[in-house]
């Protein structure tokens, strides 16, 4: 009889596990969006151009410091989601509120300062890949802003969200080119050793730099405000934890995919520039048939749907810190200044980026200067997630808000030892 019991219970319980692994995935698939679209736009074209100068130059040692960048790009972002769902306020929001608008207003600068130039490398990256496909500047330019206007002028988060996430698989064109390079597999293992070259002039300024690619102001502010508006809640947070890690995994591996690529193909070659941007030497070797088209899609892919989220953060964050109507959920007449800064704050960079002569140096320290510069919204974003008095038992405890602040401190110190070494400055 007992066993009788026993094998009834177990002919209940068999499907349970599958059931159950089912609706988890249902819940991530509604919930993904925000950290998956932010994570894919942190591959963005000045990301690509840093990565890969970093393949051409050091070979694979740049893998270990971007498979190692994959806790710390979780960590910070996933405090975003969580401020999110526990207050239903973006980041500039509850900067206001808790510290003031003077601090909100410094919080939003520095990160707009930074985005300026990050809309140009965009806006260059685009022209970049459209000419390896024959497309003219004016044209891809054009093209862009079109399809930037039109998926944010449906009035409807969701729509915008599912035309963002198919638009970010195009970047895993990267991946298809890191096999296409045909890289050396012990080669590769080689370079997540330890023993990196330190000692090599520009590795730590390019490690920086890449720090500065992965981990960027505007991600803080995208995330954030992109969870509120899609409206998720308490429940929602394990998936959006999910959502962060799987995000985290799948941007520093398109990161490590065009390193592979670089330094896999690395050798004689031809110059190619457009827009003011360059291809380093490793991917400048593979622009030709195939492998041409596939960095052409990855190109314009990640400046375009980096153009997009860089825009929105910059138009959710002005619109929390004067309180003007900021939804995509709102029509163009009920959030006029909100669209109004998304639709125009790119235009002189799409300009800027036709008329370019050489932005590759320029690029690469503006990723150092972002580590830099980082440091500000990462302060209040630590205070703020630390504030049981706003997320309660959802608050950061002091053991690990005084690592975060550890993080925070050399973060911060790496950036200020680097920005002396490039700009000749002696800290």
């Known amino acids: 009889m007992q066993n009788s019991e026993s094998a009834t219970q177990v002919s209940v319980l068999a499907p349970v596990a599958p059931a159950l692994f ?44 971007i498979v190692a960048l994959i806790p710390i790009l979780y960590v910070i972002q996933e405090m975003t989601a969580r401020l999110a769902i526990a207050t239903g306020g973006g ?36 022209v970049l890949g459209a000419s390896l496909l024959g497309i003219s500047a004016p044209v891809a330019v054009v093209g862009a802003l079109a399809i930037h206007s039109a998926m944010v ?52 300024d390019l490690v920086v730099a890449n720090i500065g690619a992965v981990i960027m102001p505007w991600m803080l502010f995208y995330q954030q405000a992109a969870t509120v508006d899609k409206g998720l809640c308490q429940g929602d947070l394990k998936a959006c934890r999910a959502e962060t890690l799987i995000g985290s995994i799948a941007s520093e591996l398109l990161m490590a995919a065009i390193v592979i690529a670089a330094a896999a193909a690395v050798g004689p070659g031809h110059d190619i520039v457009a827009g003011g941007l360059a291809l380093p030497a490793g991917l ?4 030709h048939g195939p492998t041409g088209v596939l960095i052409a899609i990855g190109m314009i892919g990640s400046g375009l749907l980096a153009a997009i989220v860089i825009s929105l953060s910059s138009a959710w964050a002005w619109g929390e810190l004067f309180r003007w109507p900021h939804s995509l959920n709102h029509a163009l007449r009920q959030a006029p200044a909100f669209y109004g800064l998304y639709l125009l704050e790119i235009v002189p960079a799409a300009i800027v980026a036709l008329l370019a002569q050489n932005l590759v140096s320029v690029v690469i320290d503006a990723m150092v200067l972002n580590v830099v510069v980082l440091a500000i919204p990462l302060a209040f974003l630590i205070r703020l997630s630390g504030d049981t008095s706003m997320l309660g038992g959802l608050a950061n405890s002091r053991r690990r ?11 911060l110190s790496l950036g200020l030892w680097s920005a002396g070494s490039v700009f000749g400055v002696g800290l």
């Open 153 to 204: 002028l449906t009035a409807s988060y969701r729509n915008f969200e599912r035309m963002a996430v198919v638009l970010s698989f195009g970047l895993f064109a990267f991946v298809g080119l890191a096999f296409a390079a045909r890289p050396d597999p012990g080669a590769v293992l080689g370079g997540l050793s330890p023993a990196q070259p330190f000692g090599r002039a520009g590795y730590l």
């Open 401 to 411: 808000t005084a690592l975060l602040w550890v993080l925070t401190g050399s973060l």
């Open 22 to 65: 089912s609706s988890r995935v249902r819940h991530l698939l509604r919930v993904l969006g925000p950290a998956w679209i932010v994570m894919l736009a942190d591959v963005d074209a000045a990301s690509v151009v840093t990565a890969a100068q970093a393949g051409s130059s050091f070979g694979y040692a740049m893998l270990l410091p």
């Open 284 to 287: 400048a070797a593979l622009a």
């Open 91 to 126: 980041h500039a929001e509850l900067i206001r509120d808790r510290f003031g608008v003077r601090w909100a207003t410094v919080a939003v600068l520095t990160m707009v300062a930074i985005d300026m130039l990050a809309y140009v490398a965009e806006f260059a990256g685009i």
